[in-house]
């Protein structure tokens, strides 16, 4: 039967074994499920794919990366982690067996620069995500595994909690202010300002430092000018800072930034 519909074409062969039906126009989750069942009984989605499945990544081309608990045999298309994973680190979301929020953490500490990681721990945490195990766990029934010393060290810094950046400046901007050994604020933070709330790029609260991210589009709309002005002018008037930054100054004047930033009152991230 299977060779009858291969021949007649509502089968089309995607993997050894696995097949889409009817057409080849995958959708990424559909290559996605491909590439777990190309794996066989226990494959699971894992690493980036996953994170992005959970939405702790920012979407990106990406083929499937699955975990399975025997090596077999190689997949074009398809990166294969060999581990063979307990019942209480897989689950199912959408269909797809998947590791889950706390494993998925786990495995992208091995393989993403430390500024990725934090911003998909940010990610987890702002989604309120609480897996059993839990990620210390975790951590603590895989001592030894690659690394666990970045995971550590941004749990321990409390960075998650501080909140997630929304575009690439802010990412820019905090690694500028780590190359720089500057205290970290919170992001994208509420803040009471007369009879109401406004949000803040980035609130250094305990220093009264208000900072703002100005991309070229912020600047576009005149009612958009005015109206940031005017919050400008309000967090003055009630004993704040405000400060603005932009990515042509992160460019040309990271020296002159610092200064500006240290002569507001944002210090060394351990209070030097």
């Not at 083929?63 to 060999?82: D, E, F, M, N």
């Not at 990620?135 to 550590?152: E, F, N, V």
């Amino acid at each position: 039967m299977i060779k009858r519909l291969f021949r007649d074409g509502h089968l089309r062969p995607v993997h050894r074994g696995v097949y889409a039906v009817g057409h080849e126009h995958l959708t990424r989750e559909g290559r996605w499920m491909a590439g777990v069942l190309s794996g066989g009984p226990g494959a699971v989605l894992s690493h980036e794919p996953a994170a992005i499945h959970w939405q702790l990544l920012t979407p990106f081309p990406s083929l499937p990366v699955i975990t399975t608990a025997g090596k077999g045999r190689r997949r074009p298309g398809v990166t294969q982690h060999v581990s063979r994973l307990p019942p209480d680190e897989v689950t199912v979301r959408d269909g797809i067996p998947i590791t889950t929020v706390a494993r998925t953490l786990l495995d992208l500490a091995a393989v993403l620069d430390r500024h990725r990681l934090e911003r998909a721990l940010a990610e987890a945490e702002y989604r309120r995500y609480a897996d059993s195990p839990s990620l210390p766990a975790l951590i603590a029934r895989y001592p030894g595994r690659r690394g666990l010393a970045a995971l550590r060290a941004i749990l321990g810094s409390g960075a998650p909690e501080m909140g997630i950046t929304r575009s690439p400046l802010e990412d820019r901007f905090l690694r500028f202010l780590d190359e720089r050994g500057l205290e970290r604020p919170e992001l994208n933070a509420p803040l009471r300002l007369g009879p109401r709330f406004v949000e803040v790029d980035c609130l250094w609260r305990r220093l009264r430092v208000a900072v703002e991210l100005d991309g070229r589009a912020a600047h576009m709309r005149e009612a958009q000018f005015e109206s940031d002005r005017l919050r400008d002018r309000r967090l003055l008037a009630t004993g704040w800072k405000p400060a603005r930054v932009t990515s042509e100054q992160l460019d040309e004047d990271p020296d002159g930034l610092e200064a500006d930033l240290r002569a507001i009152g944002v210090g060394c991230r351990f209070g030097a």
